[in-house]
């Protein structure tokens, strides 16, 4: 694996007074799933639009296999986009539609045949191959827009929130059938979406994009787990937010006086020391809620604090709880491996713990 | 079955009024004028008994070469009235949106003015002392000094746009006005809103994304356009072919005020025969034989492309029934 397939290289692009990308540096890996995701406005597909030629850096450059392709128009790198509006050819068969980067390459045409009627059959569209894009369901067309980027194996290829137009049934089938046909031609994919669960779980690599900068570029879990900021915590997951003051610090463990709620016990990765500020962030699924306290030699070491529930959303899978814990509102997920029926029922206005250990939380930010 | 006919009535009774127009003022006229084609005429202008004297009449020798020359000159002006309103109809369904309602109402401001008026306003600017002329004349002698060095292609398409002479002729006997470059020019200029219009339409609501896909899949500028828009807009195209083929088939105005002898159509001696020699079944029996020399070869088309597309169909059928049986197939 080389790791400096993909350059992008102090990349800067402004729209008159918005800079949508700011600064922005980049490095991929051949055959990765790299995945950008950010809220809509953040530059991620400025940064997809610059890596098909379709918008121009004002400064930086990008790089693919050591060649500078900053300057080369969208016809001249071999760099295919899956749009978000499959942007299908409505005058064209399936067929000629998949055969048209081929057709333009000017390959001979026993090869163009066997390598469309071999992508129609991995697509499994071989019997619509006369048939006409507007003929065709939207996941049918998803899928042949794919075909039709991935035909002349580019050595990019980028998906503009390919998923956003179908609906969730066909979006979670997509998301599986993508990861295949990633695994399966093991060609670099650039994925932009705004949709964290669709980012987390085909990515090998995310970057986090804000106002046009990456806050955070890792793997799902680091991501999920160790956010770098506050805005990367909040937009991936839920969290609860606890700020405050480092009280003092016990070996790897801190105490940190908050506002409005006790002090919290938490693992100090930031090696911080007393006086300082931070922001620590503990999700939902991370903070326990029972009615009855936990067993007092486990109570000495983690957090727990009684309070009150104020709001239950009941999901099948899990359910989640707003309780009012000191002047704050903490959010709690509680997944149901068992039989729920069985349970002693927590409901509406019941006193109960919430409790976390200390390694669960997480420092996003030291002021 | 009682809602479906009473929308039935509602539908009939909306269009009523089409109907009625079109027949009084198109179909019963047409009726009318192949019905007089079957009569003689009479020495002080009427109409006479019937016969088909009338049509014998036509074995005239020049007609089949006027017809001929009213077909090419309306194909002439159609194929530069399309190849000039592609562009300018992809330009301006790329405008902004507030630029584009200005633009398209800038290209109905001649029609403020008299037809009539601005081909007579033509004949000014067409004059041998105009300043048109003048470039004419130098296009000329370019053409004449460089004419040789050009590729026989273009020496063939430069004649037949009347753009060259094909023979080193004496620049100074070639005058813009009177002539068939005249007539070309003039009706180009006449009919392009009539082409750019539905063309504009067409094009308003091409998905332009779609230029952007054929150029990220390696298709350059110009392929893209060709490729893509072009197929896109095909109805519109076809609108805009027949919007000014048709009005230039039958034109009239243009030859006569700006063909001089030299280009003389068959909408002028239809004029001649009901005007000049008051013979209005002659008349008649010209504007039918032209009538019939469009329709047909245009029915002969149509069906044509029906069949093609039939064929399509059942070549579609054909691959997906050997692709259900498991059956190898192109």
């Known amino acids: 694996m080389k790791d400096d397939f993909l350059v992008f290289d102090h990349v800067t692009k402004r729209f008159g007074a918005l800079t949508a990308v700011d600064d922005v540096s980049l490095t991929i890996a051949k055959g990765e799933f790299f995945s950008l995701l950010g809220p809509s406005g953040c530059g991620k597909t400025t940064l997809l639009r610059m890596l098909g030629g379709f918008e121009r850096p004002d400064s930086g450059r990008i790089y693919l296999e050591g060649q500078d392709i900053t300057d080369l128009p969208p016809d001249q790198r071999r760099v295919h986009t899956v749009f978000q509006n499959y942007a299908l050819f409505p005058t064209m068969t399936i067929w000629d539609n998949i055969a048209f980067s081929l057709k333009l390459s000017k390959r001979p045409k026993p090869e163009i045949e066997e390598r469309v009627d071999e992508i129609l059959e991995m697509i499994q569209m071989s019997e619509h191959a006369w048939k006409y894009p ?89 991501i999920y787990e160790a956010p770098a900021s506050r805005f990367v915590a909040s937009f991936i997951g839920d969290t609860n937010f606890f700020s405050g003051e480092i009280a003092s610090v016990e070996g790897d463990y801190c105490t940190i006086q908050t506002e409005g709620f006790p002090a919290i016990k938490a693992y100090n990765d930031k090696n911080l020391s007393a006086g300082q500020r931070v922001d620590l962030s503990v999700r939902p699924e991370k903070i326990r809620v029972t009615l009855n306290p936990p067993p007092p030699e486990k109570g000495a070491s983690i957090n727990v604090f009684p309070s009150r529930v104020q709001d239950i959303v009941y999901q099948g899978v899990y359910t989640k709880y707003w309780i009012k814990a000191g002047d704050l509102r903490v959010a709690a997920l509680k997944p149901h491996s068992r039989f729920l029926l069985d349970e002693e029922k927590i409901t509406w206005n019941d006193d109960v713990f919430v409790w976390w250990h200390p390694d669960d939380g997480y420092m996003v930010e030291a002021k | ?62 007609y089949p070469t006027i017809v001929w020359k009213t077909i090419r000159i309306s194909v002439e002006v159609t194929f530069w009235c399309i190849l000039l309103s592609l562009p300018c109809a992809y330009a301006i369904a790329r405008l902004p949106k507030r630029w584009r309602a200005l633009v398209a109402g800038a290209m109905m401001l001649p029609f403020w ?86 063309l504009y339409t067409a094009a308003e609501k091409f998905d332009f994304s779609l230029l952007e896909a054929a150029r990220d899949l390696g298709a350059k500028n110009f392929y893209a356009f060709r490729r893509i828009f072009m197929p896109g807009v095909r109805q519109g195209i076809v609108s805009a072919v027949l919007m000014v083929f048709i009005p230039a088939i039958g034109s009239y105005v243009i030859p006569q005020m700006l063909g001089g002898t030299e280009c003389v159509l068959i909408g002028n001696k239809i004029f001649m025969r009901a005007m000049q020699n008051r013979n209005i079944p002659h008349a008649s029996a010209l504007a039918t034989l032209m009538a019939v020399s469009v329709l047909v070869p245009m029915g002969v088309a149509m069906w044509w492309k029906h069949r093609q597309e039939m064929r399509d169909r059942r070549r579609l059928d054909v691959r997906t029934a050997q692709l259900m049986t498991g059956g190898e197939g192109q």
């Open chain 1, 134 to 222: 507007n003929q065709l369901s939207g996941g049918q067309k998803q899928r042949v827009a794919i075909a039709r980027a991935l035909v002349d194996r580019p050595q990019v290829l980028l998906l503009d929130e390919p998923l956003a137009a179908l609906d969730l049934k066909l979006r979670q089938h997509m998301l599986i059938e993508l990861d295949a046909i990633h695994d399966q031609v093991g060609i670099t994919f650039m994925y932009v979406t705004h949709d964290q669960g669709e980012a987390m779980s085909l990515s090998d690599r995310i970057a986090v994009v804000n106002k046009g900068k990456v806050e955070q570029l890792d793997v799902p879990a680091k």
């Open chain 2, 113 to 198: 003015t008299s037809f009539v008026v601005r081909v007579f306003a033509w004949k000014t600017l067409l004059h041998p002392n105009g300043w048109l002329q003048a470039c004419y004349l130098t296009w000329l002698r370019v053409c004449d000094w460089a004419f040789d060095w050009l590729p026989a292609f273009l020496q063939k398409f430069l004649v037949w746009a009347g753009l060259a002479s094909a023979g080193h002729v004496d620049p100074a006997m070639s005058t813009i006005l009177d002539s068939e470059a005249a007539v070309v020019l003039v009706s180009v200029y006449s009919f392009l809103p009539f082409a750019i219009m539905p």
């Open chain 2, 1 to 62: 079955m009682r809602d479906v006919s009473k929308s039935g009535k509602a539908e009939w009774l909306v269009t009523m009024p089409s109907f009625l127009w079109l027949a009084v003022f198109f179909a019963v006229p047409a009726v009318i004028v192949l019905a007089f084609t079957f009569h003689g005429h009479t020495a002080n202008g009427g109409v006479g008994d019937w016969s088909l004297s009338t049509w014998r009449e036509l074995v005239d020798p020049d």
